[in-house]
Nanobody, 123 residues
Framework: QVQLVESGGGLVQTGGSLRLSCAAS????????IGWFRQSPGKEREFVAA????????YYTDSVRGRFTISRDNAKNTVYLQMNSLKPEDTAVYYC????????????????WGQGTQVTVSS
């Protein structure tokens, strides 16, 4: 089993940056792909970015590619999401999640979820 805890959210102005962290417990963390999803009021939870278990492959939704960077440090059981050039439309609760299946963009393929961290971008 894997337990995930997000941190690093907050309030930032348009164009600013934040770095989210996803800290995991459990000795099998390095065997999981990790994804970031976000959900804003009235909308479904959507895929943002993911990284493969070994850190070799990364995936992004089109709206964040070039602005967000996902990385992981398996020695620290932590995945990071560096968010630059933030826009008001990035405002949401951000969740990290873990899966062992290959479909990293598919929300239902994730087995474990964190509690989320709020990101608010003011205009």
């Amino acid at each position: 089993q894997v337990q995930l805890v997000e941190s690093g959210g907050g309030l930032v102005q348009t164009g600013g940056s934040l770095r989210l962290s996803c800290a995991a417990s459990g000795r099998t963390f390095s065997t999981y792909n990790i994804g970031w999803f976000r959900q804003s009021p009235g909308k479904e939870r959507e895929f943002v970015a993911a990284i493969s278990w070994n850190g070799v492959s990364t995936y992004y939704t089109d709206s964040v590619r070039g602005r967000f960077t996902i990385s992981r440090d398996n020695a620290k059981n932590t995945v990071y999401l560096q968010m630059n050039s933030l826009k008001p439309e990035d405002t949401a609760v951000y969740y990290c999640a873990a899966n062992r299946r290959g479909r990293v963009r598919i929300r239902d393929d994730y087995d474990y979820w964190g509690q989320g961290t709020q990101v608010t971008v003011s205009s």
